[in-house]
């Protein structure tokens, strides 16, 4: 019998194509991650701040404008208030000055029933 060579089959070779990453220095790395992740946080924190500080700067500027709206709104209303007491005032003058003349016509009748009195007794 002939012997038959059994063919096998070698499984190929893979060739990896990959570059081997340039190597860093573990300590380095690190220490570097650390820095990107705290300037992170701090420009988180510096964003919050800046946002703050162009709201406070536009709430004073609104105030300011708010604060001119309402003086200007004070000085109108005065104007009006001072208008009224001054009707008021004239209508207490009026007052004062009717309860004279009341007084004078009561005492003018008084004057005209005593002449008409003493006339009628003589």
């Known amino acids: ?37 705290v300037n992170i946080y701090l420009g988180v924190i510096g964003k919050g701040l800046d946002s703050v500080k162009d709201s406070i700067e536009s709430t004073r500027k609104e105030n300011d404008k708010r604060m001119k709206e309402l003086e200007a709104r004070g000085a109108k209303f005065r104007k009006e208030l001072s208008k009224r007491f001054e009707k008021l005032d004239v209508v207490e003058d009026t007052k004062v000055q009717f309860g004279k003349f009341q007084d004078q016509a009561e005492e003018a009748v008084d004057s005209v029933k005593e002449k008409l009195r003493y006339n009628k007794a003589a």
């Open 1 to 37: 019998m002939a012997t038959q060579a059994t063919a096998r089959k070698v499984p190929a070779k893979k060739t990896a194509a990959r570059k081997a990453a340039p190597k860093k220095p573990a300590g380095a790395s690190v220490k570097q991650s650390a820095q990107k992740v």
